[in-house]
T-cell receptor, first 112, second 117 residues
Framework: KNQVEQSPQSLIILEGKNCTLQCNYTVSPFSNLRWYKQDTGRGPVSLTIMTFSENTKSNGRYTATLDADTKQSSLHITASQLSDSASYICVVTYSGTYKYIFGTGTRLKVLA | GAVVSQHPSWVICKSGTSVKIECRSLDFQATTMFWYRQFPKQSLMLMATSNEGSKATYEQGVEKDKFLINHASLTLSTLTVTSAHPEDSSFYIC?????????????FGPGTRLLVL
């Protein structure tokens, strides 16, 4: 079964600290993996996208990694800010299609 | 670029009425658009795929007569929730795919929050 699982479900950290979110997937055939940030009451916004051959991608303070052999990805957030409080969703795409398989999401709360 | 808008951003209606939500791709054309529903603290659930010039494709368990989809042009898809009931209250999000950079990416609208009283 094609699934995308994320951990932890929720996370609370202090402002300025780093954190890492995990994503495991079983989607096949794999096309690419994306991380999205979704603020409460808003649509998801793309942070990174990685294909099979890419194992790291950065976007400012966000760094995503991909291990296609173990089918695992992580999103590392450096020097967290209050505005990082949001849900982070890992999304995997089938090869040859636009259809997304969504992860369950990680709700991050950054405290002052 | 690759902006998707939704209208309205929120709507409150009485039970039994119909509500129309618009999804527009502002700076690109989209022959396909997706409609999602999201309940609190849950991930997005795909409801249907909207196809310009043909019928929408609905996911299993989604009533096509209740959620009417019309893809009127290459930049507009509408979702009509017919005879809305309180259990239809949810956050509805559309997306439109675009091949910019050679990577099929869905660009999401800001969402429409529906509250049925």
């Amino acid at each position: 079964k094609n699934q995308v699982e994320q951990s932890p479900q929720s996370l609370i950290i202090l402002e300025g600290k780093n954190c890492t979110l995990q994503c495991n997937y079983t989607v096949s055939p794999f096309s690419n993996l994306r991380w999205y940030k979704q603020d409460t009451g808003r649509g998801p916004v793309s942070l990174t996208i990685m294909t099979f051959s890419e194992n790291t991608k950065s976007n400012g303070r966000y760094t995503a990694t991909l291990d296609a052999d173990t089918k695992q990805s992580s999103l590392h957030i450096t020097a967290s800010q209050l505005s990082d409080s949001a849900s982070y969703i890992c999304v995997v795409t089938y090869s040859g299609t636009y259809k997304y398989i969504f992860g369950t999401g990680t709700r991050l709360k950054v405290l002052a | 670029g690759a902006v998707v808008s939704q209208h309205p951003s929120w709507v409150i209606c009485k039970s039994g009425t119909s509500v129309k939500i618009e999804c527009r791709s502002l700076d690109f054309q989209a022959t396909t658009m997706f409609w999602y529903r999201q309940f609190p603290k849950q991930s997005l659930m795909l409801m249907a795929t909207s196809n310009e010039g043909s019928k929408a494709t609905y996911e299993q368990g989604v009533e096509k007569d209740k959620f009417l989809i019309n893809h009127a042009s290459l930049t507009l898809s509408t979702l009509t929730v017919t005879s809305a009931h309180p259990e239809d209250s949810s956050f509805y999000i559309c997306s439109a795919p675009n091949d910019r950079g050679g990577r099929a990416t869905q660009y999401f609208g800001p969402g429409t929050r529906l509250l049925v009283l």
